[in-house]
């Protein structure tokens, strides 16, 4: 049971390249979500989905697309990378009210 | 969506309790009450979650103010490794959203 990946661990791009996050999980949770957590500070919601097929926006959603084609990936996107998206970049998935499992994060740097 | 207000920091010593509050004054009947932790360069740690009751796990135990606008985290014993980011967070029942406030920043001294 390898319980939530991400892909890759660490990335550096260049400004205005796109590229994936993957996010994989095998626990059959229904809801993923996407997180970024900058520098000394707490972790933001970029987008969430609550099945397949269904996503939506969180705290701060510009920049990034999202799509849920199965249960068990998740993926975010970036469409023109830009400084102000270096972060950690988190995944996460939940079943029902219960605790939310967390990946080891993608470290994110954009030049 | 409900917000928390947490400590900024705390400090306790090795193998003494540890009690981290939580307010959510706001907190709507069906929002549960989370907890997590995050040690220094890792993905947030589930610790344990309620809804009115209090709760005890392997971890900690999670005590639920009776009109539900406060909570406490309980460590029953503090270890080193217990240093770390402690979240509360209200989870949606309706949704997957969790949206993380910034913490308490606990520190054990040996």
């Known amino acids: 049971n390898a319980g939530v990946t991400q892909t890759p661990k660490f990335q550096v791009l260049k400004t205005g390249q796109s590229m994936t996050l993957q996010c994989a999980q095998d626990m059959n949770h229904e809801y993923m979500s996407w997180y970024r957590q900058d520098p000394g500070m707490g972790l933001r919601l970029i987008h969430y989905s609550v099945g397949a097929g269904i996503t939506d926006q969180g705290e701060v959603p510009n920049g990034y697309n999202v799509s849920r084609s199965t249960t068990e990936d998740f993926p975010l996107r970036l469409l023109s990378a830009a400084p102000s998206q270096t972060s950690v970049y988190f995944c996460?998935?939940?079943?029902?009210?219960?605790?939310?499992?967390f990946g080891q994060g993608t470290r994110l740097t954009v030049v | 969506d409900a917000k928390t207000t947490q400590p900024n920091s705390m400090e306790s010593n090795e193998e003494e309790p540890v009690h981290l509050p939580c307010n959510h004054s706001?907190?709507?009947?069906?929002?549960?009450i989370h907890w997590y932790r995050q040690l220094p360069s890792q993905g947030p740690e589930y610790v344990i979650h309620g809804l009115t009751s209090n709760v005890n796990n392997r971890m900690a135990s999670l005590a639920i103010a009776e009109d539900r606008k406060s909570s406490t985290l309980i460590l029953h014993r503090a270890t080193l490794r217990d240093a770390a980011v402690y979240y509360c967070?209200?989870?949606?029942?309706?949704?997957?959203?969790?949206?993380f406030g910034e913490g308490t920043q606990l520190t054990v001294n040996p």
């Open positions: 996460a998935s939940r079943r029902g009210t219960g605790g939310a499992f």
């Open positions: 706001t907190i709507s009947g069906t929002d549960y």
């Open positions: 967070i209200l989870g949606e029942t309706s949704g997957s959203r969790l949206t």
